[in-house]
C-alpha cells in the first residue's frame, strides 16, 4: 500500500506546476493545459482521500468523474472561445486580450 503522503505530494507538485503555467504564460493554449493540470491534482486528491478513513467508499471517483466531465466542457468552450478570438484579433496572446468590446 503506498502512502497518502506520496499522493498529496504529487497532487501539491501537479498543482504548482500549473498554477506556475496559469500566471505566467501569456499564450492561451498553455493556459487552458494548465489548467487542466490543477484539475487533475484535484482528482488525485480526492481519489487518494476516498481511499483512506474508517469507511473507504467511492464517493471521490464519482466526484472526480464530475471533476472530469467539468473539464471537457471547460475545454470545448475555452477552445471555442480561442478559436473565436484568433479570428478577430489574429493573436492568442493573453496580454493582447484586453478590450472588452470588439
Request: hydrophobic share 65%; with cysteine; charged share 10%.
Amino acid at each position: 500500500m503506498v502512502p497518502i503522503t506520496l499522493f498529496l505530494a504529487l497532487a501539491a507538485i501537479l498543482f504548482c506546476v500549473g498554477l506556475y503555467g496559469v500566471l505566467t504564460r501569456r499564450h492561451l493554449v498553455i493556459v487552458l493545459a494548465s489548467i487542466e493540470l490543477m484539475l487533475n491534482s484535484v482528482n488525485i486528491n480526492l481519489v487518494a482521500f476516498s481511499a483512506i478513513g474508517p469507511f473507504a467508499n467511492i464517493s471521490g471517483q464519482v466526484f472526480t468523474l464530475f471533476v472530469i466531465t467539468v473539464a471537457a466542457a471547460e475545454a470545448a468552450v475555452g477552445l471555442a472561445i480561442l478559436i473565436a478570438l484568433y479570428r478577430n484579433r489574429h493573436t492568442i496572446d493573453v496580454i493582447k486580450h484586453d478590450l472588452l468590446r470588439w
